[in-house]
């Protein structure tokens, strides 16, 4: 993903709050890759404090919420998260296609276009449970009335895909027949495609009425888990400006693959401490945590109970999710096993 924010004094700290959420967001779609461009530098005469000051406080936000940080120049590093950050002129068109060199005689790293001809896609597994994330379904032109027939546009998060297959449609367990494959563009038919192409589907054996957007096509073999409740664990990752005290259940809006739905979350145990972990309030029962292994955690049904506290950045817990309506999720850190909840 390539972000564009603002150098000018006041427009990048007035809009700090939404890059944050552009970052989460995108790495609850499955973004790994990012470049940073810290746009309008021409309009401050290119100083490098402000670059500096600006690359420093995304810097300590990424690093916190997305775990790793690749700084420019450091490509040894690039495992896992890749981030860079880039001074450019929009305006000018400065450092997009060729590296800045009177304007800015301090930046010596890569331009925009050297970058992305760097940036390494990350490794997915053709060979892994087949997991497609629907964008959008219709009827194409000239299919007869009732015919069960649809064309499906999603997103193929592991797995390949091939003409012919059999697969099922969930949460409402619909088997179809792969008709065809189109890659996304209108390209010609292809016979298979595997992780992170965006694809046209053609399915037989489904009505449009069958589908919705946020729905996954999956093998039948390993089907993707489908469920109306299950159990998370939960990270803050974004405190609010005022001290808000931290409940052990909250309602929300949850996105995962295409959807975003209402949910309730009710927490039960704190991760994040160095000594012991803490049940919260009236979770101590552990009702909901019936199929954690609790072990793992190193959690004694008898710890003393987690007392009120202010929400802080980076405070974890095990958790509880319920929704009305079944959604697809990978239960075991799969391809569709990562969402993002907002309060």
């Known amino acids: 993903m390539v972000k564009v924010i603002s150098a000018l004094l006041d427009e990048f700290e007035a809009g700090y709050r939404q890059t944050r959420e552009h970052f989460i967001l995108a790495k609850a779609l499955g973004v790994s ?106 009827t194409p032109d000239g299919t007869p009335e009732g015919t069960p027939f649809v064309e499906v546009t999603g997103k193929v998060l592991s797995g390949t895909i091939r003409e012919g297959d059999e697969l099922v449609v969930l949460p409402n367990q619909v088997d179809v027949r792969v008709e065809y494959i189109i890659f996304f563009g209108d390209e010609p038919n292809t016979r298979c495609a595997g992780p992170g192409a965006t694809i046209h589907v053609g399915l037989r054996g489904v009505v449009e009425a069958q589908i919705s957007p946020g729905f996954v096509l999956s093998d039948i073999a390993s089907p993707v888990h489908a469920a109306t409740e299950f159990n998370v664990e939960l990270e803050f990752l974004e405190g609010r400006p005022h001290i808000v005290r931290m409940q052990d259940y909250f309602s929300g809006v949850l996105y995962i693959h295409a959807i975003e739905v209402e949910c309730h979350v009710w927490l039960s145990y704190q991760l994040d401490h160095p000594l012991q972990y803490s049940p919260v309030g009236h979770m101590c029962s552990t009702d909901r945590l019936h199929d954690w292994d609790l072990e793992e955690y190193n959690i004694s049904y008898c710890c003393r109970p987690f007392l009120q506290r202010q929400r802080e950045d980076g405070v974890k817990f095990l958790g509880h999710i319920e929704v009305d309506n079944a959604i697809c999720i990978d239960l075991k850190q799969g391809p569709a096993g990562f969402v993002l909840i907002r309060n």
């Not at 995304?58 to 940080?69: C, I, Q, R």
């Not at 998260?81 to 060199?101: M, Q």
Request: aromatic share 8%.
């Open 33 to 138: 890759r990012f470049v940073v461009l810290i746009n309008k530098m021409d309009a401050l005469g290119w100083p490098e404090e402000r670059y500096a000051e600006i690359k420093l406080q995304m810097s300590s936000f990424l690093v916190s919420t997305l775990h790793k940080l690749a700084m420019e120049g450091d490509k040894a590093s690039l495992v896992g998260l890749y981030v860079v950050f880039l001074p450019i002129s929009g305006r000018l068109a400065l450092n997009l296609e060729t590296p800045v060199a009177k304007a800015c005689p301090w930046w010596d790293g890569p331009c925009l276009l050297d970058v992305l001809d760097t940036v390494k896609v990350p490794p997915r597994d053709p060979r892994g449970p087949l997991r497609i994330s629907i964008i959008d379904v219709y």
